[in-house]
């Protein structure tokens, strides 16, 4: 798992610019959230998808958001889910086993 902690971090390691991320992997799947600094999700989002390198790679947006103009946004811009966070802990956690289980056991993704 690769944490990047900007939209313009996010896109650097998409594309493994810089020496932190030369040798990262290309990820199977990006959790992304609408509200980072630097970059907002929405632009990063928007130039994974128009990037024939990283518009494969399927994308959660995971946000705090639950507004329907950032939901129907982000599917006209691309990704593949999105989903609110909830504000509980024991809640997030089982939302997030809820996304592995679905991306990393049940879809195919491709190579």
């Known amino acids: 798992m ?17 020496e932190r991320w030369a040798a990262a992997a290309r990820p199977d799947l990006v959790l992304l959230d609408l509200n980072m600094p630097r970059k907002d999700g929405r632009e990063v989002l928007s130039e994974m998808k128009t990037d024939p390198e990283l518009k494969s790679i399927p ?15 982000s599917y006209l811009r691309g990704a593949n889910s999105f989903v609110t966070k909830p504000m509980d802990v024991e809640d997030f956690f089982a939302l997030i086993r809820t996304v592995e289980s679905y991306w990393f056991r049940t879809v195919k993704l491709p190579k």
């Open 2 to 18: 690769l944490h990047a902690r900007d939209g313009v971090e996010a896109l650097e390691c998409l594309r493994r610019q810089g």
């Open 59 to 73: 994308v959660v947006v995971l946000t705090t958001s639950d507004v329907q103009r950032d939901i129907e946004a």
